[in-house]
């Protein structure tokens, strides 16, 4: 049980920022609804996030039943069918989000957030 409850406190995993634009369906996780985190397409087209589709795969795994696609059920092979959507992937990284805090004025890029996350992170 404690291990399930992980689960469901890192999902949603997509990006939770305050958007400068509306994002497009094309670019949202068909799981979390949210713009997609580390992108994975679909043999048959469809896009989620890295960790909800993995989320996805290992409940599949646990309850014994064959790898399909979350949207349309359709088979696949982790190996061949499933891969990083490299592509969309920068293109959600150059939308412009905005700072949440109130007052703040900030806009930037989402990577720009990224990349100062990173050197928050490797500061401490």
Known sequence: MAGTSVHRNRLP???????VNAVEDE??????HLPLKEPFQTRCG?????ECLEE??????????????????EGLDR????????????????FAIKCPSDGCQWTGELRSKEV???FYLMAL
């Not at 469809?46 to 890295?50: D, L, Y």
């Not at 996805?56 to 059920?73: L, V």
């Not at 190996?79 to 150059?94: G, H, M, N, Q």
């Open 13 to 19: 995993s997509g990006y939770d920022e305050d958007f």
């Open 27 to 32: 670019n949202l996780c068909l799981i979390c």
């Open 46 to 50: 469809h896009r989620f996030c890295k």
């Open 56 to 73: 996805h795969f290992r409940r599949q795994g646990a309850q014994e039943k064959p790898i399909t696609c979350p949207a349309d059920r």
């Open 79 to 94: 190996d061949r069918d499933v891969f990083p959507d490299k592509a969309t992937e920068r293109k959600i990284l150059s």
């Open 116 to 118: 100062k996350s990173l």
